[in-house]
């Protein structure tokens, strides 16, 4: 069973940058779709990015051009790359995963992934 860890949240301003990674442990996650997923107080866990096992990147339109997802097999991890951030940016960031023979659910769904870290608050102030 894959363990997944986050790290690198933090409190940044309005326009700044931020990367937060999720280092897998238990399994080699190369070959796992894995995800990044939010959480703001009050609303339902929602869909950032996805990087799927052959390497094709998939993100929220609301993230779309500031986000980059990446994969650091070296490190049996992935990344997420942050910029121009907002203060809607706000959130607890969740890493995901889906192994071998995935299933088989819309990427963008919670339930498509069996495995979650525990997150990493991410806070943008104005």
């Known amino acids: 069973q894959v363990q997944l860890v986050e790290s690198g949240g933090g409190l940044v301003q309005a326009g700044g940058s931020l990367r937060i990674s999720c280092v897998a442990s238990?399994?080699?996650?190369?070959?796992?779709?894995m995800g990044w997923f939010r959480q703001a107080p009050g609303k339902e866990r929602e869909f950032v990015a996805t990087?799927?096992?052959?390497?094709?990147?998939y993100y929220a339109e609301s993230v779309k051009g500031r986000f980059t997802m990446s994969r650091d097999n070296v490190k049996n991890s992935v990344v997420l790359q942050m910029s121009s951030l907002k203060p809607e940016d706000t959130a607890f960031y969740y890493c995901?995963?889906?192994?071998?023979?995935?299933?088989?659910?819309?990427?963008?769904?919670?339930?498509?992934?069996?495995?979650w870290g525990q997150g990493t608050q991410v806070t943008v102030s104005s």
């Open positions: 238990g399994r080699i996650i190369s070959h796992y779709d």
């Open positions: 995901a995963a889906d192994p071998p023979p995935y299933s088989q659910k819309p990427y963008y769904i919670v339930r498509a992934y069996p495995y």
């Open positions: 990087i799927m096992s052959a390497g094709d990147t």
